[in-house]
């Protein structure tokens, strides 16, 4: 199944595409440098590579269909400023019980947070999921990452009380998750 949205400003959100992989990982690289400064160990950030990140987009975008998984791009002036990966949830309780999908990641060029195009972006990613049968949705995010907590409240999530540990280098890091319904 194919999507293409066109919005204002010459926005467009499509499906991803293996030819997306290299701006996939640099939005990721650029998104990942400026978000978690301060809130994963500096050496750990400073560890990461486009590179890196460009190779696990042509991992995600190769094993789409045996994942289930559902990748989207928001083009700005034609040009790949974010993306955004939906499928079903990786919790094997949610999984067993059925229904429940998750935003597995949403992230964006720096240069246009806050234009609305991150929320575009979601409800496209979350429509898929609607028209795939889910019922619900979860996403898992750092603790201490007060601007995406709040972005994800703005936007209809709700903190449902999980938690659990993101591996950053030597550290552990708390995470939490946030539902709703969809």
């Known amino acids: 199944m194919s999507s293409s949205v066109r919005g204002a400003h010459g926005i ?7 030819e997306d992989a290299a701006a996939i990982g640099r939005v990721r690289h650029a998104s990942w440098r400026v978000a978690y400064s301060g809130l994963m160990p500096a050496d750990y950030l400073a560890g990461l590579s486009v590179d890196g990140f460009e190779l696990s987009a042509r991992r995600m975008l190769a ?7 559902s990748v989207f791009v928001a083009e700005v002036g034609g ?26 990641a949403i992230y964006l060029d720096p240069a246009i947070w806050r234009l609305g195009i991150g929320r575009r972006l979601q409800e496209v990613a979350l429509q898929r999921l ?8 979860t996403l898992w995010v750092l603790a201490t990452n007060t601007a995406s907590r709040a972005f994800y409240e703005h936007t209809g999530w709700q903190h449902d009380g999980g938690v659990s540990g993101f591996e950053a280098g030597a550290e552990v890091l708390d995470e939490t998750r946030y539902r709703r319904a969809l």
């Open 12 to 18: 467009r959100v499509r499906e991803a595409t293996a």
């Open 63 to 69: 094993d789409r269909v045996s994942t289930g998984m």
């Open 79 to 104: 040009v790949v400023a974010g993306f955004a990966s939906v499928g079903p949830s990786r919790d094997a309780e949610e999984a067993r019980r059925g229904g429940v999908g998750e935003l597995y």
């Open 130 to 137: 609607r028209d795939e049968g889910y019922r619900e949705a």
